[in-house]
T-cell receptor
Framework: EPEVTQTPSHQVTQMGQEVILRCVPI?????FYWYRQILGQKVEFLVS????????KSEIFDDQFSVERPDGSNFTLKIRSTKLEDSAMYFC????????????FGEGSRLTVL | AQSVTQPDIHITVSEGASLELRCNYS??????LFWYVQSPGQGLQLLLK??????LVQGIKGFEAEFKRSQSSFNLRKPSVHWSDAAEYFC????????????FGAGTILRVKS
């Protein structure tokens, strides 16, 4: 069964460093999302992406964040200068053209900022 | 705007007992409703979903949920809980009107005692 894959599964970084989290969505999907879950808290929407541009972003998604689909298969989330409060699990999700409303989530990338 | 309320932060049930996790939503149109389960440190696994039609939906692992429009609820049930069901459960709402962005509830942590 096709799945969304994310790398790395866990990354530890120093405050102020740049981080890129990578996602490979399901191959025929065209809508992509990033969500964040701070430890012990709920899953929060960050950004949605379609047709090579951001469709919607939350207030969490400030200028330190960016997304890109660099090569037609990967979908990346970049945090330019990480802060302690960026420590969280980041989930990538995708959905197909046929709108069933269902998002398919990856296993997540855990980011720890020291 | 969409929102989801899961009124119970923690629930403890005995193994073999029945379970009901509550979920109330706010949504301006016909919602898509989901229940996800998350084991510690793991990703989100879809248990079941409601898009339309029969208001009682069956999911994996013996779970079911009932959509009650009049009560704006989508409660998750299981007739007999197993120790392996201990995890955190998230209810989510989405739909076409909001670009299929899912909004998650705060989650309910299920503990199973033997």
């Amino acid at each position: 069964e096709p799945e969304v894959t994310q790398t790395p599964s866990h990354q530890v970084t120093q405050m102020g460093q740049e981080v890129i989290l990578r996602c490979v969505p399901i191959s025929n999907h065209l809508y992509f999302y990033w969500y964040r879950q701070i430890l012990g808290q709920k899953v929060e929407f960050l950004v949605s992406f379609y047709n090579n541009e951001i469709s919607e972003k939350s207030e969490i998604f400030d200028d330190q964040f960016s997304v890109e689909r660099p090569d037609g298969s990967n979908f990346t989330l970049k945090i330019r200068s990480t802060k302690l409060e960026d420590s969280a699990m980041y989930f990538c999700a995708s959905r197909g053209v046929r709108n069933t409303g269902e998002l398919f989530f990856g296993e997540g990338s855990r980011l720890t900022v020291l | 705007a969409q929102s989801v309320t899961q009124p119970d932060i923690h629930i403890t049930v005995s193994e073999g007992a029945s379970l009901e996790l509550r979920c109330n939503y706010s949504y301006g149109a016909t919602p898509y409703l989901f229940w996800y389960v998350q084991s510690p440190g793991q990703g989100l696994q879809l248990l079941l979903k409601y898009f339309s039609g029969d208001t009682l939906v069956q999911g994996i692992k013996g779970f079911e949920a009932e959509f009650k429009r009049s009560q704006s609820s989508f409660n998750l049930r299981k007739p007999s809980v197993h120790w392996s069901d201990a995890a955190e459960y998230f209810c989510a709402v989405g739909g076409l009107e909001y670009g299929n962005k899912l909004v998650f509830g705060a989650g309910t942590i299920l503990r199973v005692k033997s």
